[in-house]
Each structure stands twice: as structure tokens, then as C-alpha cells.
């Protein structure tokens, strides 16, 4: 079996290696204020062709939070892969995305519980380069009315490579 060799995708995923800090703003309700907090990201490759986040925050309540983002282009689907899972969820987010023609956005379509509690609802979670050294992360829900609905955006800076 020949051992599969980086593509162009995996090359752009090699942009998140590093060590990041983050600010977040988070839109829990229409009728409520805006929810902050802050952490830092490292970024790790595992081989040349995944990459594997570890992000350790603050909630808005003052306790600690972590997650691990993990990313990978599969050449048989065309598709960005990966999966997104938080100390603080039950459950496995999975990801399925495409880089935009810019090669700036890509963006991960995922499904997970409702945020009202009641069944499963499409999310995106796209990332967007600003520059090699600062991105975005913004998360947004398929409404009922078919209409995308952000509720959170992060701001990542790199510390170091």
C-alpha cells in the first residue's frame, strides 16, 4: 500500500500549527448580553496530513473549559474531515468542510443537538485566515427558517509557531 502524500489542503491546514491565544464573544439569546472569555490554543501535526487542536479557556462563570479540534483532508471526498468534542458536551461533533476559493474560509458543516433542546440542527464552524498570525472562528446555526444564525466568533492570535 502506498503511504498517501500531503495535497495542497493538507499544506493549508499546516497554518493552524502553533501556539494561539483567543478571545471569544458568545450570543446566547436574543434577549441576552453578549458572553466573553478568553484561553489559549495549541496546534500540533500528526504527520503532514492531520492537525490536532488542544484549547484550554475560561467559561463565562470563571470555571476552566477544554476541547480538541481535530482536522485532516480526505483526497477520496474532496472534503476537509474532523471531529470537535468539549470537557463540557456529550457530544462528538463531526466535521465535513471545504476551503473557499480565496483559500482564506473554510468552512465545516456539522450536526449536533438543538439549541433549544429539542432534536438535531445543522452548524457551521468557519474559519477564516485574517493573516498568517491572527484568524477567526465563527460558529453559526441553520434556523427554521433556513436562515444562518451566528452565535459566537473567536479571535485567534498567534503566540509562536
Known sequence: MEMPQPTAEHRWLQRL???WTFEVECQMGPDQPPMKNQGRESVRSLGALWTIGTWDGETPGGDRSQSII???FDPAKQRFVGTFVNDMMTHLWPYVGTLDATGRIL???SEG???SGDGLAKYQDIIEFIDDNQRTLSSQTLGA???WQPFMT???YRQSA
Do not use: I, Q, R, W
Request: hydrophobic content about 35%.
Open 17 to 19: 500549527v502553533g501556539n
Open 70 to 72: 481535530t482536522l485532516g
Open 107 to 109: 468552512t465545516l458543516d
Open 113 to 115: 443537538p438543538s439549541m
Open 145 to 147: 427558517d433556513g436562515k
Open 154 to 156: 473567536a479571535h485567534f
